[in-house]
Structure formats: structure tokens, C-alpha cells
């Protein structure tokens, strides 16, 4: 897709909606931090359903210190992977108390460096805490970079590097949001609502459908 045709892109992403932002429900840096976590192969929904509930109870790393990995266990049971997930949450969070008071910290080496932190995860707490403008490759991004031609590649480290290089440095802040909830509710991986597409003509996918 040519640089144009990209600016066109996120100049109606930004008209449709000007203040996109997670669809993760958290109140702190740490709760988003923990709510990304629990995401991974995760609907948001079902995040949400389990983090009201957690985070009524033990909203702070010291909280959740105190309920340790078992503890965790009764609040994300319907979550996918949730024994894992409850692992990897309580040993960050013991990380986190030991190492940085308690707080995330806004590097992304030490971000990654916790257990359950990928690279997408400290993409999304640097953008959405920090503000920094990065940019998050999920399957939904994934999937609309390469099925549109607006940033392809093999892999997502790929299409988050293209995506980088290929979104006009205005855009680039809320970027990740607009393609993940466009990915999500209208560029889906089965039935894509082309029909509504509010960028169907700037899109150079050849299978399009009808309605």
C-alpha cells in the first residue's frame, strides 16, 4: 500500500474515532499490566469478567502478593491457560514489589524481562500507560496488516516493524488501537464485514465479500 494510501487509512481512523484506547478494564499501570497478561489467547471479555472480580479484591501488587499463585487461581479459572497465567502473575508481582517498589517500570527491557511479558505486552502498557507510540501486532493486527497490503509480513515482529516505518508519526500513537478493534468487530478472520468497511476502497485484499 503506497504512503498515500496509508495516510488516507488512519486520517478516517482518526475522524471514525479520535480517542481510541484498550478495551481492557483496569484502574492502574499494574492492573493493565496484569489484565495484558491474562489476555494472551483471551478475549478481552473474558478478561474483564475475571479482573472485576480480582481487582474488587486485590487491586495492588501486594494484594496479589498476598494471594499468591493458588489464590489467583479461584478468580481467572475461566480464563484459557489460567494455571500458567496465575504463575507468571505472581512471580512478576513479586518481581515487581522486590525490584521496583511496586511499580511498572517504563523500560521495555525490564518489561520483558517479567514472566509473562512479551513483546506485544510491553508494547501495549509503554503505549497505553506511557504514551509512548508504539505499536502491538495481535492476530487481529496481524491478520488486517497483511490482508489489506498495509503492512505485510511473515511474522508479527515483521509487520509491527513495517507498521513502524509505515504509519505517519501522528497516527502512530493510537495506531494499534484503531487495527485491533477494526480487526476485531469489522476485518474478522471469518465473515469480514467489507460492506461497512470505512476503508474498503483503500483496501488491496482481492477476496472482498459481498455482504
Known sequence: MSPKRIRVVFERFAQANPAPTTELEYATPYQLLVAV??????????????T??????????????ALGEAGLIPYIGRIGLYKSKAKNVAAMTKILLDEYGGEVPR????????PGVGRKTANVVLNTVFGEPTIAVDTHVFRLANRSGLAPGKDVREVEDRLVRAV???YRHNAHHWLILHGRYV?????????????????????KTAG
Open 37 to 50: 497478561i491474562l489476555s494472551a489467547q483471551a478475549t478481552d471479555r473474558s478478561v474483564n469478567l475475571a
Open 168 to 170: 505517519p508519526a501522528e
Open 107 to 114: 523500560d521495555r527491557a525490564a518489561l520483558e524481562a517479567l
Open 52 to 65: 472485576r472480580e480480582l481487582f474488587k479484591a486485590a487491586g495492588t501488587p501486594n494484594k496479589i502478593a
Open 187 to 207: 476485518c474478522r478472520a471469518a465473515r469480514p464485514d467489507c460492506p461497512h468497511c470505512l476503508i474498503a476502497d483503500l483496501c488491496e485484499w482481492t477476496e
